[in-house]
T-cell receptor
């Protein structure tokens, strides 16, 4: 089945220790998104890639970076995690950037910061 | 700009009873409207969406929603709740050429046996 895969499902890191979250997709979609979802809150878009074009949301902290080495993979790097970065991180993909293009979500990575 | 308000952060229903989740939106352009479901420790799954055309939209798992422009609402219903419907539900809005989904705060549904 075509799908969006996120690894690891659970990640524990220490305050200030860089961490990388991984997302891969078998849908061959052009667009990949990263969302942050804090406990009992709505998902918040951090950034997205359209092919190799990176699009950062205006209020995404500089601490968050992303890489997309190829169509299938996208990484979220948190350079110096703080306690406030503990959250579920959701990756999503779509074939285009209009509202008609459904976003398909992965199962998420739950990040704990000690 | 678009935004969504979900009325009620928690809804508890008996198995077999009607499920009604309320969503009101604000949009400066004709909206595209979505309902997503999120099971514990899972990603979001699209239940249904309204783009254009018929205002009553049927989705997966027996859910449906009606777009009412005059009321700026897109409420989600299911006639008979099942235990497996226990989850969090998010309403979202975007414009046609806008990739960005604006989510509501979510409504947690619990189903009593």
């Amino acid at each position: 089945d075509a799908m969006v895969i996120q690894n690891p499902r659970y990640q524990v890191t220490q305050f200030g220790k860089p961490v990388t979250l991984s997302c891969s997709q078998t849908l061959n979609h052009n667009v990949m998104y990263w969302y942050q979802q804090k406990s009992s809150q709505a998902p918040k878009l951090l950034f997205h890639y359209y092919d190799k074009d990176f699009n950062n949301e205006a209020d995404t902290p500089d601490n968050f970076q992303s890489r997309r080495p190829n169509t299938s993979f996208c990484f979220l790097d948190i350079r110096s995690p703080g306690l406030g970065d503990a959250a579920m991180y959701l990756c999503a993909t779509s074939s285009g950037t209009s509202a008609n293009n459904e976003q398909f979500f992965g199962p998420g990575t739950r990040l704990t910061v000690l | 700009a678009q935004s969504v308000t979900q009325l009620g952060s928690h809804v508890s229903v008996s198995e077999g009873a009607l499920v009604l989740l309320r969503c009101n939106y604000s949009s400066s352009v004709p909206p595209y409207l979505f309902w997503y479901v999120q099971y514990p420790n899972q990603g979001l799954q699209l239940l249904l969406k309204y783009t254009t055309g018929a205002t009553l939209v049927k989705g997966i798992n027996g859910f449906e929603a009606e777009f009412k422009k005059s009321e700026t609402s897109f409420h989600l219903t299911k006639p008979s709740a099942h235990m497996s419907d226990a989850a969090e539900y998010f309403c979202a809005v975007s414009g046609f050429n806008d990739y960005k989904l604006s989510f509501g705060a979510g409504t947690t549904v619990t189903v009593r046996a």
